[in-house]
């Protein structure tokens, strides 16, 4: 036997969860990796699927936080639906499917000394403006809440957006279709 009992929680020091601090570095490593795959890569296609591979992360980082709703509402979102819409805009609009050696623009080594000061800048910002601040620990939204929310005040915008998807998804088949 272990020696813990079922349902015991390992907390370190300072009543720190162990365990989602360690699930946390893990699912944000596979995170950074796969999203640097999406920048680097030369095929668009496995592009999109990289990109399914940190939309993925963002789910179990909400599950991570309790927000099984936000989880949820990301996978069916974003993985289920958006990823749908780039794989048929890539189908459509006639990209290359294999490896494309024109995909990079030539000055694109100029964009990393500028993506490392806006690091910094942002690094600089974040930690002087939160030196002080103490983020209260909340148990989690009750689901009925955020339904509520969606289904309530936010209903116009969320269809709207379902407006915006079926603009993009036409506007890819006319341009797949101009001959």
């Known amino acids: 036997m272990s020696g813990l009992a079922s349902g015991t929680v390992l907390v370190g020091v300072d009543?720190?969860?162990?365990?989602?601090?360690?699930?946390?570095g893990i699912i944000a490593a596979v995170m950074i990796f796969a999203a640097l795959c999406v920048v680097t890569t030369r095929n668009v296609v496995h592009g999109a699927l990289w990109l399914v591979v940190v939309l993925g992360g963002v789910a179990a980082q909400y599950l991570l936080a309790a927000a099984e709703f936000v989880a949820i509402s990301q996978v069916l979102v974003y993985i289920g639906a958006v990823m749908v819409l780039f794989l048929?805009?890539?189908?459509?609009?006639?990209a290359k499917i294999g490896a494309d050696s024109d995909l990079n623009n030539r000055s694109w080594a100029l964009g990393i000394p500028v993506a490392l000061l806006l690091l910094g800048v942002l690094g600089y910002v974040i930690i002087d403006g939160l030196r002080d601040t103490v983020v209260p620990d909340r148990g989690p939204t009750p689901t009925v809440l955020l339904s509520d929310g969606y289904l309530g005040p936010y209903l116009v915008p969320f269809l709207a957006?379902?407006?915006?998807?079926?603009?993009?998804a036409i506007g890819a088949i006319v341009i797949a279709r101009k001959d």
Do not use: E
Request: no cysteine.
């Open 161 to 168: 957006i379902s407006f915006v998807l079926l603009a993009a």
């Open 15 to 24: 009543g720190i969860n162990v365990a989602k601090n360690v699930g946390f």
């Open 88 to 94: 048929f805009g890539i189908m459509l609009t006639r």
